[in-house]
């Protein structure tokens, strides 16, 4: 396939297009029953964990037992460092790159696990799903009813250009490091717009403008004989 035009100019050659079922393992999970649930223990995560975590937002969390998340892993295996789950329903399409091999484990119609391997970067592959390209795609392929569905079959045939595995980290570190910044200068402006709000309170609500400001409200001319 043709290659992007904006480059690490270390790098060259063409890069590989296939579907994304073809280079990676795309399943589920095993069910778990809401009365199964629990208010610690394992991690279980439903579409609503995921869409807070990339909102950046806090969310009511769900549990279950290690002993459950030991007899279900059993059958369909343990989520792993890389892996992706990706949000099947509601918001379709979001990611969440699994940061650590610690026990894990998430709703089965809620979500999609994408399986890391040997050929495709985690982290590569998290920023495409929330590329614009593949924002383009999804609305191509999803339901058009009230409701929205990406499922297994859809994500396997999903059409994914990669390039070597060295280009893939390169690409990765860089956009990691962009996240990085803008999440500094967000934070710098939101302590730059709380100081603004104080000098503001600080310069304008003296005693004599908020009576000044009261005898406007008023009227023109008019005289107000108070205390403030």
Known sequence: ??????RFKEFDGDWTSKQLGKIIGISSASRVFKEQ??????PFFRTSDVV?????????????SLELFEELAKKSGKIKQGDLLVTGGGSIGIPYLVPNDQPLYF????????????????????????SPKFREYLKSISHTGTISHFTIEQAKATPFGFPSKEEQTKIASFLSAVDEKISQLTQKHALLSQYKQGMMQSCL??????????????GSGRKLDLEI
Do not use: H, T
């Open 52 to 64: 807070s975590i990339f909102k950046n937002k806090e969310n009511e969390k769900a549990y279950i």
């Open 205 to 218: 609500a003296s005693r004599f403008v908020l009576k000044r400001m009261m005898e406007v409200s008023l």
């Open 107 to 130: 709703k089965d119609a809620d979500l999609l696990w994408m399986k890391s391997s040997g050929i495709v970067e985690g982290s590569f592959l998290y920023n495409f799903f929330i």
């Open 1 to 6: 396939m043709a290659v992007p035009k904006l």
């Open 37 to 42: 649930w629990q208010d610690s223990g394992v």
